[in-house]
């Protein structure tokens, strides 16, 4: 009976309520808050190599020779480098993840950069676990979906395990679903409470967009100044997460897992890191054939955008004179009498595309005595209205 009555009365340890983990994950960044911007703001110099090869690309018609053979050169180049500076990005990434994580373990005496370089060692262990948490998930996804939500609240805390139990590769996996085994429930509840925290914080920062109008500057200006509040404030969810396992580890107490950590086991997942960077490399192949297709179709939409621009100020014109002009000479001014209707007429942006002659410029002629006119220009790959090739515009139609 006694025993019986024991049994009964025994209750199921219950993880910290989300709020006192939201509070304490919030003295905790508080109190290693110039670090974690420190190892913030060198996420943000691994993303400069990225942003200058994209800058560099949306600016080359400015600088690269109008020669088929040099801008495929180019073109490779670019695109090469694009992919290094997005490993680049990706290295330092997973580097400010282990340093944070190492933060919380014990360096707080060390300072940023000590951080970062102890980080380095962690790096492909921390990859594999995040590999084979990615192939795990999505063989149980392919069990319609559902598997797949419930496996990623399992795995949660692998990178946990590694950091602060040193649990490797699949070992690291299996002792993060041991810690949330009968807490599936609580753990997705207290993640969701976060996400919803997250929601209203952004939400209320948000409330002075309704009275700005989005073709403003300021619009701009307020709309990134919010986006800069997510990055400061995203460390707070890899804290609140630190919260919860060190909740599940003093619930759980000492593991049954066994940590494997075989030459065997590495092999495996180094391969699955080298298959990644094949199908990198694959996408990267693709990003080559179609980066010249990409500024083909950068090219067209400024001669678009040129074409109507010119369509507006010939309107102008006959409105003002009563004709339109006898002639246009691209580059230079659009004027009558001293009043200017247009400060340079664009010209065609050059190399010429696609079937396109070669040095095409666009043609203008007057018709009807100056009640019409004829402006014929060239689309190299066309879009969703226009395909390409040349047509010839006037003021009732394109043809």
Known sequence: MDNNQTGQNIIKPKISSGISLVKKSLLIYKENFNKIIGFYLVLLGGFVPLLIVMGVFLFSDFF?????????????ILALLFFVSLLFFFYVNILVQISILLLLKDTKKLKVKEILKKSIKYFWPFLIINLAMGVFVFLWSLLFI??????????????????FDGYRSTSALKRSKELVKNYWWAV????????????????????????????????????????????????????????IYKDLVEIKGQSKIINKDTKKNITIWLMAV??????????LSLFVFKSGNLQIQIRDDIRLE????????????????GV????????????HRGEIFMASVPENPLPSDGDCPEGFEYIYLQKDSGFSYELTFCLGGGNEQLSAGLYTLSPEKVE
């Open 64 to 76: 690269i020779p109008d020669h088929l053979i040099v801008q495929k050169i180019f073109v490779i």
């Open 324 to 335: 339109y002009p006898d002639d246009l000479i691209f580059g230079e001014i659009l004027a």
């Open 274 to 283: 080298f298959g990644g960077l094949i199908v990198g490399l694959f996408f």
């Open 188 to 243: 997705v509840g207290r993640v969701l409470l976060l996400v919803m925290v997250f929601w209203v914080v952004l939400a209320v920062l948000s409330i002075p967009l309704w009275f700005i109008s989005e073709a403003s500057r300021l619009f701009g200006i307020y709309s990134n100044f919010i986006d800069l509040v997510a990055f400061v404030l995203s460390p707070i969810g890899i804290i609140y997460y630190y919260c």
């Open 306 to 321: 040129q074409v109507d621009k010119i369509q507006v100020a010939l309107d102008t014109y006959k409105n003002t004179v």
């Open 146 to 163: 559902i598997p797949g939500i419930i496996f990623v609240f399992y795995y949660i805390f692998a990178v946990y395990t590694f950091i």
